[in-house]
């Protein structure tokens, strides 16, 4: 009997370190089921980044390699120029991406190298402890901003795909969500986007996608769900930023 | 309604999130206080004969827990 | 038949990059490397090779960093202040044994010093520069020449032991001219089969590159490896050239532009009776220990000069092992020991 819904080929069929909850892991199945679906599990190089994700190479099952934090963009765009015939994507969290990254994923669209960047903005450090990213909601408490993120002191949300969709270098930007099953089915189908587009020779795309934290959000997973659909996402709208 | 599917909850894979209880339309899935090794609390399906298959939960679960056949 | 030209060592290290296979350069513009970047920019182009223009010195050495994982024989360039920055990135590829060529043309310090040559930079590339255990292959160029001849080796002993290579130039080798000569038809050496690099898991199990080992036990045997290999390294790399000193009372220690001036000076000393020789070592790291520790049971004094305020001279005491012996003679920020301060020093503590 052919399986309704089973673990992706790409997959590796081994437990996450994920905390309960955590968007990493649907997202990381996600990502292979793309993969699947394409047909390019054998061109795959991905990048791994620095954070809660660094260990996604122990989940995927096909070329994989690290990063510095935050250059996962640079060191994608010298596997990418080396081997344009593969397929070559980056996994970042928002730390990864949105502040320590921030030059190198802006020149990586910039230059519009031809990679995929799936962008995960859970608004906090997990692997760190629950720190401060630059995404992080203003007022909300984290263990670098134990008063509440303030403007004034701390800086607003940092919206990275807004900012990068000026850059004429950059294809395709879409914001989703992974709150519901639909929107994990969009989710899934701008993931498909971004890598058709790099396999259409087209450029830089990008998907952010806004995932839970349960553990630094304090919340039980299923509220950490609410909270994207009732709070997050008023910050962070979904949709295609750019590209169609 | 029966639709033939069979769906599968790996205990030892499941981290209890509860996740899949959120979504699941008929409410078919719970915890009976069974742990699994880590000392977890898994998902269990509580009526099988009224699942449809319809894979909500399989797609929502951050584990690949969930298999359906 | 052989290429013959009037060239800058930056230039003649940018040929030989090219010749030695170096098909990926990134690179960020500062002054004394500028020929270099410049004149990758074009060749690169001509023979269908990548070259980028980074965001910064960080983004260069990352994406030589991602070119080298695909086995591509990569290199990045740059000045002292652009070299910190990429000591993160030469951690990383240390750890996992990433070859590259990275040059440093080394230019005055502390912070943005001034742009004149100097050797500051000697603790940073041959003590480990970023954090953890590991090691730089130092190569030291003393001419335009050997720009290129080291410059091309590089290449192959970086991917034979998958290590970083550092090209340890400063300006004044970098900047100056002199003639170059090399086969027309000099080919890449040392290329190897590669069963590590990102290629897609295309009829062969997944490949991992990372320097991350969480697992009990698992960095610590990581590091034991590495260790090995840098013997391994010290064992078969190590270069050095020694110049009279078979009856020298006085060794002079030098490399790259200090070993220029302190060859002169052999001969002027000779005339005035001080029988002194000459070692240069070639490899700063594996740094030739031996080359200086079998002359120290001799009555010989060793006078190291370097560009700098002693940084090569505490390798010259850990082999010479009697610090009685060891005289260092410096100077800072730009500035060119001359042959009449250097004579006049040895003079000094001859007496």
């Known amino acids: 009997m052919s399986k309704i819904f089973k673990r992706p080929r790409s997959m590796k069929d081994v437990p996450t370190h994920y905390c309960p909850g955590c968007g990493h892991g649907l997202i990381h199945r996600l990502v292979c089921e793309v993969i699947d679906e394409l047909g390019i599990r054998e061109k795959t190089i991905a990048i791994a980044p620095v954070g809660c994700a660094v260990f996604a190479y122990d989940y995927w099952d096909f070329d994989t390699m690290e990063a510095p934090h935050g250059r996962t963009p640079a060191v994608a765009t010298g596997v990418k120029r080396m081997l344009p015939d593969k397929f070559v994507f980056t996994y970042q969290g928002d730390g990864d991406l949105a502040a320590i990254g921030t030059a190198e994923i802006i020149h990586a669209g910039n230059r519009g190298e031809k990679i995929s960047v799936i962008f995960v903005n859970n608004g906090v450090y997990g692997m760190t402890g629950g720190q401060m990213a630059p995404t992080t909601l203003l007022g909300q408490v984290t263990a670098t901003s134990q008063f509440k993120r303030r403007a004034d002191k701390e800086g607003y949300p940092i919206k990275i795909l807004e900012m990068m969709s000026y850059l004429p270098g950059v294809v395709y930007l879409e914001r989703t969500s992974i709150f519901s099953p639909k929107e994990i089915i969009k989710t899934k189908e701008a993931i498909r986007r971004s890598f058709q587009t790099q396999l259409d020779g087209k450029g830089f795309s990008m998907v952010e996608v806004i995932s839970p934290c349960p553990t630094y959000w304090a919340l039980s997973p299923i509220d950490a769900m609410k909270r994207i659909e009732k709070e997050v996402i008023k910050e962070y709208p979904l949709g295609v930023i750019k590209g169609n | 309604m029966k639709t033939g599917t069979k769906t599968r909850i790996d205990a030892e894979r499941c981290k209890g999130c509860e996740l899949c209880i959120s979504v699941c339309p008929k409410k078919l899935l719970g915890k009976k206080g069974k742990v699994n090794k880590r000392g977890i609390q898994y998902i269990i399906l509580k009526d099988a004969d009224n699942c449809t298959g319809c894979a909500l939960c399989a797609m929502i679960c951050p584990d690949c827990a969930i298999e359906i056949k | 038949m052989k290429i013959k030209y009037l060239t800058t060592g930056n230039e003649a290290c940018a040929e030989a990059a090219i010749r030695a296979g170096c098909r990926f350069y990134a690179g960020y513009p500062i002054t004394p490397q500028n020929e270099l970047i410049a004149y990758m920019s074009k060749r690169l182009e001509e023979i269908g090779g990548v070259f980028i223009q980074s965001e910064s010195e960080i983004a260069a050495i990352n994406m030589v960093l991602g070119a080298s994982a695909t086995g591509a024989r990569a290199m990045t360039s740059s000045s002292s202040p652009g070299i910190s920055l990429k000591q993160e990135g030469i951690s990383y590829m240390a750890g996992c044994e990433l070859p590259a060529v990275i040059v440093n043309v080394m230019r005055g310090g502390p912070g943005l010093g001034n742009i004149s040559g100097a050797q500051s930079d000697y603790f940073q590339a041959t003590k480990g520069g970023g954090h953890g255990d590991y090691r730089l292959i130092v190569l030291a160029p003393a001419a335009i020449q050997e720009m290129f001849d080291l410059t091309y080796e590089a290449f192959a002993i970086a991917e034979k032991y998958r290590n970083p290579v550092m090209i340890f130039?400063?300006?004044?080798?970098?900047?100056?001219?002199?003639?170059?000569?090399?086969?027309?038809?000099?080919?890449?050496?040392?290329?190897?089969?590669?069963?590590?690099?990102?290629?897609?898991?295309?009829?062969?199990?997944?490949?991992?590159?990372?320097?991350?080992?969480?697992?009990?036990?698992?960095?610590?045997?990581?590091?034991?490896?590495?260790?090995?290999?840098?013997?391994?390294?010290?064992?078969?790399?190590?270069?050095?050239?020694?110049?009279?000193?078979?009856?020298?009372?006085?060794?002079?220690?030098?490399?790259?532009?200090?070993?220029?001036?302190?060859?002169?000076?052999?001969?002027?000393?000779?005339?005035?009776?001080?029988?002194?020789?000459?070692?240069?070592?070639?490899?700063?790291?594996?740094?030739?220990?031996?080359?200086?520790?079998?002359?120290?049971?001799?009555?010989?004094?060793?006078?190291?000069?370097?560009?700098?305020?002693?940084?090569?001279?505490?390798?010259?005491?850990?082999?010479?092992?009697?610090?009685?012996?060891?005289?260092?003679?410096?100077?800072?920020?730009?500035?060119?020991?001359?042959?009449?301060?250097?004579?006049?020093?040895?003079?000094?503590?001859?007496?």
Not at chain 3, 190 to 208: H, I, Y
Not at chain 3, 305 to 312: K, L, R
């Open chain 3, 169 to 351: 130039a400063d300006g004044i080798i970098g900047q100056m001219m002199e003639p170059l000569e090399f086969d027309k038809g000099i080919k890449p050496s040392g290329v190897t089969e590669k069963n590590w690099t990102m290629t897609g898991a295309k009829d062969r199990p997944p490949r991992c590159i990372k320097s991350l080992f969480m697992k009990e036990g698992a960095l610590e045997k990581h590091n034991i490896n590495l260790q090995e290999k840098y013997c391994r390294i010290s064992k078969n790399e190590t270069r050095f050239e020694e110049f009279e000193t078979k009856d020298a009372d006085v060794i002079l220690v030098g490399y790259g532009t200090t070993s220029r001036i302190l060859r002169s000076c052999v001969p002027l000393l000779r005339e005035e009776g001080i029988k002194a020789g000459l070692i240069r070592p070639i490899t700063l790291w594996p740094f030739p220990y031996n080359a200086l520790s079998r002359y120290a049971k001799k009555n010989v004094k060793f006078i190291t000069v370097e560009m700098n305020a002693g940084q090569m001279v505490e390798d010259i005491r850990l082999a010479v092992q009697d610090d009685t012996k060891v005289h260092f003679y410096g100077r800072m920020g730009g500035g060119i020991p001359t042959e009449e301060e250097i004579i006049k020093f040895i003079k000094k503590i001859s007496i």
